[in-house]
């Protein structure tokens, strides 16, 4: 019998891009997990014993959940220090208008989660649940700005807190080998901010000054980081890893890769009008509300119509009609159910594609979310973490609630495989 229960306790995610962070909501909900005191709970330590039946991988909670004992514990955003040149585009270089540290309109926020785990000898399963009263899909939108007669998109990073348009995610980071430090500071070992960096290593890696990359040559971890609508229809963690970069220390070096093969997503939307030189969306789907995302499939099937023509006044030609913005508040900033989406998905290469190994069942259940993960034991990848039976292995993980790098983080975990 399933059970859709909440032992939500919420809590953090991973580094991407700087050290981790995620976000609460203040009004959000409070979670008691229900606890059999004879499995017990740990804030630290989570115990992945043999299932005597391994759970059916649907994203529902079998009861044979119950036999894991949750590791319960809260992930809270923190600064990451001052921040030197802007971020987003939008801000046109004017510092003034972002926050002088980029997780500030998080810092202090926090999540509880619950975590739980076990094997049937040949897969590692986890339940991946955490407190969040919002699914959050709004991934930098398209909408047109009337004082501009332009389309923008919606900051990646958030200026304030009623700036926050982005994709929940999550990470987990665990040591390939025997990483210096990695047992004593888990994910921050390989977080070097770049926050001190001026002149030319500023501009070499664009808007970036804050990179994941490891502390010596030969080093790796293996880095899961799932994205809610990247991945909606792969249903798996972008796996990849994190690798030392010859460039250290400036702030073109990016250690974060990802496994081959098969991208499941591309963020590739802009269209820019030769004629004109203005931008929009490279794809609509006239009339289409409310959506937050593009399929190949709709692409390729002509559902998604290609852009053509940007006008001065912000008209859009596209393979079929137009789109006169003007006046329209279906296409207006923030709350427009119009607004275009700025990805396009699809399927991925599946369970057997190195990217897509590490698979993810996601229900977003009101409350909070609710992931079942699952991944083979030894994927025979030396890019992978092996979970050998008998061993410890240290680990991090971090919550994104709604936002591309500011993050909730619980680092100095331990699992502990029997």
């Known amino acids: 019998m399933k059970t859709q229960k909440t032992n939500l306790v919420l809590a953090m995610v991973f580094l991407i891009s700087i050290a981790f962070t995620g976000c609460t909501h203040d009004d959000a909900p409070e979670y008691d997990p229900i606890v059999d005191p004879g499995i017990g709970e740990s804030s630290e330590v989570l115990l992945v014993k043999q299932f005597s039946t391994a759970p059916v991988f649907d994203g529902q909670i079998d009861d044979v959940w119950e036999e894991a004992r949750p590791l319960v514990n809260a992930a809270a955003v923190s600064g990451a220090g001052n921040r030197i040149i802007t971020l987003n585009g939008s801000s046109n270089f004017d510092t003034s208008l972002e926050p002088t540290d980029l997780m500030d309109p998080f810092t202090g926020e926090s999540y509880n989660y619950s975590l739980r785990g076990g094997h049937d000898g040949e897969y590692i399963y986890l339940l991946f649940e955490w407190e969040d009263d919002t699914d959050s899909r709004d991934r930098q939108s398209w909408f047109f700005n ?4 332009k389309w923008q998109q919606e ?15 999550f990470g987990f980071m665990f040591p390939i080998g025997n990483p210096e430090g990695f047992a004593a500071g888990t994910c921050t070992v390989t977080c070097h901010r770049g926050l001190e960096l001026t002149g030319d290593d500023l501009m070499d890696a664009g808007h970036k000054v804050s990179r994941h990359y490891m502390a010596n040559q030969g080093e790796f971890t293996d880095f899961w980081h799932w994205k809610r609508d990247r991945h909606a229809l792969a249903e798996a963690c972008d796996d990849g ?6 460039d250290f220390g400036k702030a073109s070096a990016n250690g974060r890769k990802n496994d081959s093969d098969i991208s499941p997503y591309s963020t590739s939307m802009k269209f820019t009008d030769a004629g004109t ?10 009339n289409r509300e409310n959506y937050y995302w593009i399929t190949q499939a709709e692409v390729d099937g002509g559902t998604a119509r290609p852009v053509t023509a940007v006008a ?11 789109i006169d913005p003007n006046g329209d508040p279906a296409y207006s900033q923030g709350f427009g159910n119009k607004r275009m989406p700025s990805i396009i998905i699809n399927p991925g290469g599946g369970a057997n594609d190195p990217r897509g190994e590490v698979q993810v069942k996601a229900n977003h259940i009101g409350t909070g979310w609710q992931l ?8 025979g990848d030396p890019m992978d973490v ?3 039976i008998g061993t410890e292995i240290p680990f991090g993980l971090a919550i994104f609630n709604n936002a591309a790098i500011a993050h909730g983080q619980t680092n100095f975990l331990t699992m502990k495989i029997e």
């Open 386 to 388: 092996v979970f050998a």
């Open 155 to 169: 900051n990646k990073y958030a200026n304030h807190k009623n700036d926050k348009y982005y994709e929940d995610k």
């Open 312 to 322: 001065v006044d912000g008209t859009l030609t596209y393979d079929g009609g137009t």
């Open 146 to 149: 009337p004082v501009s007669s």
């Open 277 to 286: 030189g203005l931008s929009g969306p490279k794809y609509v789907i006239p």
């Open 372 to 379: 079942e993960i699952r991944r083979k034991l030894n994927t």
């Open 241 to 246: 890893f994190v690798q030392w970069e010859d």
